[in-house]
Nanobody, 124 residues
Framework: QVQLVESGGGLVQAGGSLRLSCAASGRTFSRYIMGWFRQAPGKEREFVGS????????SYAYSVEGRFTMASDNAKNTVYLHLKSLKPEDTAVYYC?????????????????WGQGTQVTVSS
């Protein structure tokens, strides 16, 4: 089992920035992909971004590309999601997820492990 714990969410004004963290523990895979998803009230959970453990490949949703950036610290088993130029429509619960194969995916069902989520609220 892999346990994922997100942190760093909060309330921020439009145009502001936040950094979310996802700490992984338990069984670790030598090669896996970490992803971030988000779910806004009344909407389905959607892909935000993904990063390989080696951090040599990232992928972002069109709606966040250029504003959000993922980074990985393998020594700490932690991945980060840097959010900048935040908009009210970025308000959501942000989830960290892990998938145990190296095939890049934006599909929620391909991810094996999930964190509990952290709330990000952007005020206008």
């Amino acid at each position: 089992q892999v346990q994922l714990v997100e942190s760093g969410g909060g309330l921020v004004q439009a145009g502001g920035s936040l950094r979310l963290s996802c700490a992984a523990s338990g069984r670790t895979f030598s090669r896996y992909i970490m992803g971030w998803f988000r779910q806004a009230p009344g909407k389905e959970r959607e892909f935000v971004g993904s990063i390989t453990r080696s951090a040599d490949s990232t992928s972002y949703a069109y709606s966040v590309e250029g504003r959000f950036t993922m980074a990985s610290d393998n020594a700490k088993n932690t991945v980060y999601l840097h959010l900048k130029s935040l908009k009210p429509e970025d308000t959501a619960v942000y989830y960290c997820a892990a998938k145990s194969s190296m095939i890049v995916s934006r599909r929620e069902r391909d991810y094996n492990y999930w964190g509990q989520g952290t709330q990000v609220t952007v005020s206008s």
